[in-house]
């Protein structure tokens, strides 16, 4: 059966993230090469689902760039392909604050889709989707929504924690604070009829709802077939900075590699033809991921490196982040430090940082 898909690329509630500071969310970078929405996008081509927009509602100038015609997930086409939809190219003037808004704001497009099924999802989401058996599930279950979930410990300022019994329907939820203690965590990706959401859009809006999840799916787990589809390898969701930084770090992990690039989903990324990276005579690299482009000739440690930084003579890197194009002078000692795209530090710097608060140094910053 065909599906469409609607993205969510900006987060609609206050996050007090740096990283997302003049980009969205789903343009954040990752492991050295990719971006957050890379996962998603990835996950939605081998299902092959070739109707996709993008509902933005600022800073989306790096994730237009980043996805550009969409030619590199193949989805570059004059029918379907991929959209990015801004704030005021529908129908409404006013800004955007919630789903339920920029859904009625495309209240033309959903109606116009030719695709009974549709897909809705954030794209900050470190992980692979496995749709076609969501909607195999959905459909047997006669489901009304079906929603990814997964068993981890709630980590958010505020996680949905699902009850769901032996058949797979969900039959309640609340929201809990963090705690070192494993729930069934709601994942913001659904599957539901296209006909079905655009009803509920309607009584959303007439009802003035503001949340997808709390006011359309949640509302609706004592009245309708509300099913969970649950997520059973690596996952991680990017909001905050320690967020990016542990799910970074993570990537050092073979297991974690293994689990996201050696699965069934091979994850697509924008292509760019960089030079291979080059290593001084008196680098000393351990336990690190060095993306191409790069120089290195310092000591680099427990780190994720990307696309063309540059790391100087008796330069010491341990457990840091250092993002594209960055310079890391001679000379200077880096442990726990986020480096944002283009900034520069210089000889003899000392910047040290906590494994869960690590000194983050703003895009374009010289220290």
């Known amino acids: 059966m065909a599906m469409a898909c609607v993205l969510f690329g900006n987060s609609y509630f206050q996050t007090n993230n740096p990283i997302a500071k003049g980009r969205a969310l789903s343009s954040i970078p990752y492991g050295g090469r990719y971006r957050n929405i890379d996962f998603i996008l990835s996950s939605l081509v081998e299902a092959k689902v070739s109707n996709i927009v993008v509902t933005v509602i600022s800073d989306y100038s790096s994730l237009r760039d980043h996805i550009g015609s969409g030619k590199d997930w193949d989805l570059a086409r004059k029918n379907g392909g991929i959209k990015i939809m801004t704030p005021y190219s529908g129908f409404t003037s006013t800004k955007i604050s919630n789903k339920i808004e920029a859904l009625?704001?495309?209240?033309?497009?959903?109606?116009?889709?030719?695709?009974?099924?549709?897909?809705?999802?954030?794209?900050?989401?470190?992980?692979?989707?496995?749709?076609?058996?969501?909607?195999?599930?959905?459909?047997?279950?006669?489901?009304?929504?079906?929603?990814?979930?997964?068993?981890?410990?709630?980590?958010?300022?505020?996680?949905?924690?699902?009850?769901?019994?032996?058949?797979?329907r969900i039959t309640n939820a609340k929201i809990v604070k963090p705690s070192k203690n494993k729930i069934k965590s709601l994942i913001n990706t659904?599957?539901?009829?296209?006909?079905?959401?655009?009803?509920?859009?309607?009584?959303?809006?007439?009802k003035r709802w503001?949340?997808?999840e709390l006011d359309v799916v949640l509302r609706n787990i004592d009245k309708k077939k509300v099913f969970g589809f649950l997520h059973e390898g690596y996952s991680r969701s990017i909001y905050s900075v320690y967020d990016?930084?542990?799910?970074?770090?993570?990537i050092l992990n073979y297991e974690v590699r293994k689990n996201l690039f050696e699965g069934e989903v091979p994850i697509i990324t924008k292509v760019k033809d960089s030079i291979p990276t080059k290593y001084g005579a008196e680098n000393k690299v351990r336990n690190s991921l060095i993306a191409d482009g790069c120089t290195i000739d310092g000591e680099v440690i427990n780190s994720v490196i990307f696309r063309g930084a540059k790391i100087g003579k008796g330069a010491k890197l341990k457990d840091c982040i250092i993002m594209q194009n960055s310079i890391i002078e001679e000379g200077a000692n880096l442990t726990c430090v986020i480096c944002d795209k283009n900034t520069e530090v210089s000889t003899g710097s000392n910047?040290?940082?906590?494994e869960d608060y690590p000194f983050y140094i703003e895009k374009n910053a010289k220290v």
């Not at 695709?115 to 809705?120: A, G, R, T, V």
């Not at 599957?191 to 809006?205: C, F, G, N, P």
């Open 104 to 168: 009625h704001n495309l209240k033309k497009y959903l109606e116009d889709l030719t695709e009974e099924y549709i897909i809705l999802s954030d794209c900050n989401y470190i992980m692979t989707f496995d749709f076609e058996e969501m909607l195999e599930q959905h459909i047997k279950n006669e489901a009304f929504i079906t929603a990814y979930y997964k068993m981890d410990v709630a980590t958010e300022e505020e996680n949905i924690s699902l009850a769901v019994n032996d058949e797979g």
């Open 190 to 206: 659904f599957i539901m009829s296209t006909k079905d959401l655009i009803e509920q859009v309607d009584i959303a809006i007439s």
């Open 210 to 212: 503001e949340s997808f």
């Open 244 to 250: 990016f930084y542990r799910a970074n770090k993570e």
């Open 351 to 354: 910047l040290v940082g906590q």
